[in-house]
């Protein structure tokens, strides 16, 4: 009961808070208002009233700050504190870096609140206009994701937080006029039906308890200046006189615009002005590069339910998101030039370090170090039934590598692992669906491996060229079996053997299917598209880009699935995702692209319109994007953002999508000029 004490009484806390909304799921650690702060390693949180939280363990294997709040107070004024709550602050990113800027407007004047995550340290700077106020922090830090069984050292400016292989510090300059810990509150506030304050002031109790904890609230002098730097550690890495001496350095180091110059370093890739939408670029390559781990590895999105209480976690990296933003950003480099080569190498390399002995991928690893995470589809490892393995990760990592020039010996493996679960007919097996809540034969998985064995035909030779050549027809011709005549769309899925309606198509419109435009045009590289296949095409593509839009007075998009009954909390229909919107807009703009290959086709401008359409939903200033430029997983009816905030599967489709309309000049369509003053910008 001593592991994650304190963690678990916030989100039974949260519970008591949020158990009767009817748009928020009790127990969790929302990232739906604030911003983030990170490049490529630790990824800190920086909520609207300028309190900071790490999200890093997934990318650095470090937990760190827990939660914090950030207040002021006249100089000697005891405990009359004022602490920042959101009410009276705004926030904003610094001229398109990770540097959050909040200013918060008080009853003792203006403070502006800097913060920025540099490798393992993340800086928080304060400018006041009254210098006779004092900054008092109150923060719990957690080594090892342990708030009990934990110890905290005061060494005047700096304080250690440690347990046994994480240690964490933060430092102050100028120091710290008083510093003290705070002991654990006890189970009784717990047991009670109503809500605790989220941070205690700290009363006085014997010192030996109150540094027992993770918990500590600390005054810095008035000066009308103030930094503040944590380190997250391991005594490996760092001895304490070293990490005691970084931690210092870096509180005397940084201001304003030491922070500002820093922040502009960072910045990658640099994006040609004259493109469109480039607010929205920028904010998507900010989005993935906050995302990534050392390994290259990128966590599907904050993970902000981390017991598991209302999802399966986000804070993993799963082949088949990954792979496909792999895909998509080497595809945009390869039309902007922007010298993204490290980011796709990185990417290859733990691809093919990950690959396991049958040429196929796991269900989901960490990204800090690309281990194993836990999961539920890991059939492969455990020699069990495909049923519980999802077959399109592994294409969506084949068609990467095949894409970027992955090893040879590396490609020969993927198809052995795509052949593993093709049967007979040419179509995958029985397997798990890429939503992860359902097992058939599925339109999508078909999609992938088209996608895979065409890209492995087109990029590979000799006997691999040909057997990949060969599966990729076969496969074509069978997912005629998946056509629904009466909607004109493909089905769903094929109910699996395992199911009592084992053979019978599932005629649901799911917007996963989406992919069989850009699997298309893969396999036109290769191969011939019949007439009638492409008929079939747009009608399926449009078809459920129609089915699946849902209009509110609030919010307009894409549903998932037709009967998709997640997270719906009291809604009585199905939540419009983010990442079913981006991927129609993909998915048109793809076929929009593939009928004017064939020679032209007056069904492409209508269809690009469509594209443009759903674009402009996701947009800045569109209905699914909120004001800090992020794109959640999901939306409420009423407009209320849910679950993982951001999603990079979606910002990565954005980002593809802007770059694919604007390579094939689909923005210069007279059909949609009239939408160009949907663009918007943060």
């Known amino acids: 009961m001593d592991i994650h004490i304190m963690r678990f009484i916030d989100a039974v806390d949260d519970c008591k808070r949020h158990q009767n909304s009817s748009t928020e799921f009790p127990g969790e650690r ?18 609207s009233d300028g309190s900071i939280r790490d999200f890093s363990y997934p990318l650095i294997g470090l937990t760190g700050i827990t939660r914090s709040r950030f207040g002021l107070r006249p100089d000697n004024a005891g405990e009359n504190v004022t602490w ?11 001229a398109g870096t990770s540097l959050v800027v909040t200013e918060h407007e008080t009853e003792h004047g203006r403070i502006q609140q800097y913060d920025l995550t540099l490798d393992d340290q993340h800086i928080t700077h304060f400018d006041s206009e009254n210098e006779s106020v004092e900054i008092v922090v109150n923060m719990e830090m ?8 934990v110890g905290q050292l005061h060494h005047e400016d700096a304080v250690e937080i440690h347990h046994s292989e994480e240690v964490d510090y933060i430092a102050s300059d100028p120091g710290f006029e008083t510093l003290r810990g ?83 370093r960072e910045v990658e890739p640099v994006v040609d002005h004259e493109l469109p939408h480039t607010t929205a670029i920028a904010a998507d390559f900010r989005v993935l590069s906050l995302l990534s781990g050392d390994t290259g590895l ?7 339910d981390p017991y598991y209480a209302h999802s399966g976690g986000y804070g993993y990296s799963w082949f088949r998101d990954d792979a496909e933003i792999s895909r998509f950003l080497f595809d945009v480099d390869q039309q902007l030039e922007l010298g993204l080569d490290q980011w796709h190498s990185r990417s290859v390399a733990v691809y093919e370090q990950t690959q396991l002995e049958d040429g196929t991928w796991p269900h989901r690893v960490w990204p800090f170090d690309a281990t194993l995470a836990p999961g539920w589809a890991n059939a492969r490892l455990e020699s069990g039934s495909d049923v519980s393995y999802q077959a399109d990760q592994t294409g969506s990592v084949a068609a990467f590598l095949a894409t970027s020039g992955g090893d040879s010996d590396t490609l020969r493996q993927a198809l052995d692992g795509l052949d593993v679960s093709l049967a007979e007919d040419g179509r995958p097996v029985t397997c798990q669906n890429a939503w992860e809540n359902m097992s058939g034969r599925f339109t999508h998985t078909v999609a992938t491996f088209l996608e895979a064995y065409s890209t ?15 599966r990729a027809k076969s496969t074509y011709s069978a997912l005629d079996d998946l056509w629904v005549d009466e909607r004109g769309v493909y089905a769903l899925r094929e109910y699996g053997d395992h199911h009592d309606r084992a053979g019978v198509l599932d005629a649901r419109a799911d917007s996963a299917t989406f992919a069989l435009a850009s699997a298309h045009r893969s396999y036109a590289q290769v191969g011939e598209l019949s007439d ?29 699935f037709e009967e998709d009954d997640w997270r719906k909390r009291d809604q009585e229909h199905e939540k419009i995702w983010t990442v079913a919107t ?13 009928l004017n290959e064939r020679g032209g086709d007056g069904r492409a401008t209508q269809i690009a319109s469509t594209a443009h359409e759903l674009l402009s939903l996701v947009l800045p200033d569109g209905p699914l994007c909120l004001d800090n430029g992020f794109l959640p997983e999901q939306m409420f009816d009423d407009g209320t953002p849910d679950s993982a905030t951001p999603l990079g599967w979606s910002h990565a489709l954005r980002l593809a999508t802007i770059t694919l309309m604007n390579e094939r000049d689909l923005f210069d369509l007279e059909l949609t000029a009239e939408l160009e003053g949907n663009s918007g910008q943060v």
């Open 30 to 47: 929302r990232t739906t208002t604030g911003r983030f702060s990170g490049h490529c390693g630790r990824l800190v949180h920086v909520e």
């Open 84 to 94: 920042f709550n959101g009410s009276n602050a705004t926030q904003h990113y610094l």
């Open 142 to 149: 957690s080594p090892e994701g342990r708030s009990t069984r």
């Open 182 to 264: 705070i002991p654990f509150g006890g189970f009784e506030a717990t047991s009670k039906n109503t809500a605790t304050s989220r941070s205690r002031s700290g009363s006085e109790r014997h010192s030996s308890e109150a540094q027992l904890s993770g918990d500590f609230i600390g005054v810095v002098p008035s000066t009308g200046e103030a930094t503040l730097v944590t380190l997250l550690t391991t005594r490996t890495a760092a001895s304490r006189a070293t990490a005691l001496k970084t931690v210092r350095e870096a509180a005397r180091g940084h201001d304003q615009t030491s922070l500002t110059k820093a922040a502009e």
């Open 298 to 304: 990128r966590i599907a999105g904050p993970d902000f």
């Open 456 to 470: 492995l035909a087109a990029t590979t030779g000799g006997d691999m060229k040909t057997r990949a050549m060969e």
């Open 532 to 560: 009638c296949r492409v008929d079939r095409l747009v009608s399926h593509i449009t078809t459920v880009i129609e089915t699946l839009t849902r209009e509110t007075s609030a919010v307009r998009g894409l549903i998932r």
């Open 582 to 594: 981006v991927w129609g807009a993909y998915g048109a703009a793809e076929l929009a692209v593939l």
